[in-house]
């Protein structure tokens, strides 16, 4: 197998949707070719302040030409296989870099060893204990560091496209995100044993081309989360919440909403959601 590097960075020249695409220039094509069918990580340039360092993972599709920018390239993302890590890698840990075998590489493209990749996805998906009790979870065998790094790749990635696992990553990157707040209500309630009654929600579902990004997520407390997938709540392009009109109880559902009637978004502006899924939430309930 093939591993790489993709660097990302919010706001910059080029136009990338990590969840969807990735945009590059034609002297790139050398390095994109290989990681066809393969795996990426994606990584935020270190000189951005309080850089996320590797940030997700992806499989790109193939490789197709901008429709947009003559010169250019698209990297497209394989529906489904977008992951956030939570927590985001840092380029060093413990005094150490966690890309190891190509540390001093300043290539925004670029391989990733087989050791190197297990390495990231450990400890960008690790197994955690605050998470919802919501439906049965499958046990899926973690593959850890101590372990022969060259054997790993496989049952990581097995890991990666298997959806109880995707599902579990999903909610702690989300629930993570949202500080465990509903974003319609403003409850953070919490049970005795220390597990988050908020759920996480996708804005368009992954049966329907939706991924498993935060900006693609919200946090719902079980209530409003039912009603959001049955189209009875959405968002505006404002982040106004909206009451569909075939509700039957208006005023129940409006004593639930909290006070400022806006969607809590969170503070971090690329894990705020994204305006073309709420946009197709909307337009798929009628609103």
């Known amino acids: 197998m093939t591993f790489g590097v993709f660097m990302h960075?919010?706001?910059?020249?080029?136009?990338?949707i990590p969840e969807v695409h990735y945009q590059f220039k034609e002297y790139h094509l050398p390095r994109v070719r290989p990681l066809v069918n393969q795996w990426i990580v994606y990584l935020e340039p270190a000189k951005e302040r309080n850089s996320k360092g590797f940030f997700a993972v992806a499989k790109v599709a193939k490789i197709v030409p901008d429709p947009d920018v003559s010169g250019r390239f698209r990297a497209l993302i394989e529906v489904g296989t977008f992951l956030p890590f939570l927590p985001t890698v840092p380029r060093v840990l413990n005094g150490q870099p966690?890309?190891?075998?190509?540390?001093?590489s300043q290539w925004s493209i670029r391989p990733l060893s087989n050791?190197?990749?297990?390495?990231?996805?450990?400890?960008?998906?690790p197994e955690d204990n605050t998470l919802p009790r919501v439906g049965e979870i499958e046990p899926v065998e973690r593959v850890h560091e101590r372990q022969v790094p060259f054997e790993v790749e496989r049952p990581i990635v097995q890991s990666l496209v298997n959806r109880?696992?995707?599902?579990?990553?999903f909610r702690r990157a989300v629930l993570s995100a949202y500080d465990g707040r509903c974003a319609v209500t403003g409850w953070k309630l919490i049970n005795g044993g220390g597990r988050l009654e908020a759920e996480a929600a996708h804005i368009r579902p992954v049966e329907h081309g939706g991924p498993d990004s935060i900006r693609n997520g919200l946090a719902l407390s079980g209530t409003a989360h039912w009603m959001f997938d049955r189209g009875l709540i959405g968002v505006s392009e404002s982040r106004d919440i909206l009451i569909h009109r075939k509700v039957n109880d208006r005023g129940g559902v409006e004593a639930i909403i909290n006070p400022t009637r806006k969607l809590i978004a969170p503070q971090r502006e690329s894990d705020q959601p994204h305006c073309s899924f709420l946009a197709w939430h909307r337009d798929h309930h009628g609103f």
């Open 9 to 16: 960075k919010d706001g910059s020249i080029y136009d990338d």
């Open 115 to 125: 050791s190197d990749f297990a390495r990231i996805i450990a400890l960008g998906l």
């Open 164 to 169: 109880p696992f995707r599902d579990r990553a």
């Open 98 to 104: 966690v890309e190891r075998d190509c540390y001093n």
